[in-house]
């Protein structure tokens, strides 16, 4: 049978102790008032082990300063001893208690913790398998997560991802790499427009063209923390060079009706 040595540790620091104690009073000389220590035991067992460990603790401490207190020859009657052990009952037991409570929030807010840190990495799993890019900002435009779409879209580094850059950092990366199908003249304008855009939380969505033939259709949703989350659906198969870019919302509602709705109805539907 496994025991776990955080139980047991603080009891047996207290064992350890009240036997010293008692074999130095009785055979060196009178010991000191060992009160103070013995709190700091509890305390240790409490927090290592638990509740019961700190009143495993505790009794060790209250049994072995009686059996000293009465090497004096005192009796039960006698008000200061009676004093003195009821103090270090309630002083050990109240520390055992708080200490134990104390351990148990801290366990349960390590598990939580645990647990949110397991979701987010399965979160994360799941927004890295998708084709739709997805760029998660804080309340600073400070990218928190971008996944592995957006990071293939744009030909964005995982030093340059991993190290969050800003939403305009992003911006002049894909300006810089020539992801953008857009004259030069026009990028800067673009680039301002959609900085702007995302700090308003400007739902609106619009379409990218990009410079290899694809077009993603951006959409920004304001999050209630004031951060932003960027999403990069690929419509390509729905726009095309030879569609009229007025009509893209028309394909787009009747993609929508039925997401199985292959290529050619829509050419139909021209």
Same mark, same amino acid.
């Given at each position: 049978m496994h025991i776990d040595w955080r139980i047991v540790l603080g009891p047996a620091f207290a064992i350890l102790i009240a036997g010293a104690s008692i074999y130095a009073d009785r055979n060196v000389a009178a010991f000191p008032d060992l009160s103070a220590l013995y709190i700091c035991v509890v305390a240790l067992a409490g927090s290592l082990g638990g509740t019961v460990?700190?009143?495993?603790?505790?009794?060790i401490a209250v049994l072995a300063s009686a059996g000293i207190l009465s090497d004096y020859n005192a009796t039960?009657?006698?008000?200061?001893?009676?004093?003195?052990?009821?103090?270090?009952?309630l002083t050990a037991g109240g520390t055992a208690l708080i200490t134990g409570l104390l351990r148990l929030r801290m366990m349960n807010a390590l598990r939580r913790e645990r647990?949110?840190?397991?979701?987010?990495?399965?979160?994360?799993?799941?927004l890295n398998q998708t084709d739709i890019g997805?760029?998660?900002?804080?309340?600073?435009?400070r990218a928190e997560f971008i996944n592995r779409a957006f990071r293939n879209y744009f030909s964005l580094p995982d030093a340059k991802a991993d190290s969050k850059?800003? =939403? +305009?950092?992003?911006?002049?990366?894909?300006?810089?790499?020539?992801?953008?199908?857009? @004259?030069?003249?026009? #990028?800067?304008?673009f680039i301002a427009e959609r900085v702007g855009?995302?700090?308003?939380?400007?739902?609106?969505?619009?379409?990218?063209?990009?410079?290899?033939?694809?077009?993603?259709? =951006? +959409?920004?949703?304001?999050?209630?923390?004031?951060?932003?989350?960027?999403?990069?659906? @690929?419509?390509?198969? #729905?726009i095309r060079r030879t569609d009229n870019p007025a009509d893209a919302d028309y394909y787009l509602s009747l993609r929508?009706?039925?997401?199985?709705?292959?290529?050619?109805r829509l050419r139909a539907a021209e």
């Open positions: 460990s700190g009143l495993i603790s505790a009794g039960v009657a006698d008000g200061s001893i009676v004093l003195r052990l009821g103090l270090l009952t647990e949110r840190h397991a979701t987010a990495a399965r979160l994360s799993t799941a997805i760029v998660l900002l804080d309340a600073d435009t850059p800003p =939403f +305009i950092a992003l911006m002049y990366h894909g300006r810089d790499t020539g992801a953008y199908e857009l @004259p030069q003249d026009e #990028l800067s304008h855009m995302v700090r308003a939380g400007d739902p609106t969505p619009i379409n990218i063209k990009l410079r290899n033939g694809e077009v993603l259709r =951006f +959409i920004c949703t304001a999050l209630p923390d004031g951060g932003r989350m960027l999403s990069y659906a @690929p419509v390509t198969d #729905l929508g009706r039925d997401r199985r709705l292959p290529i050619h």
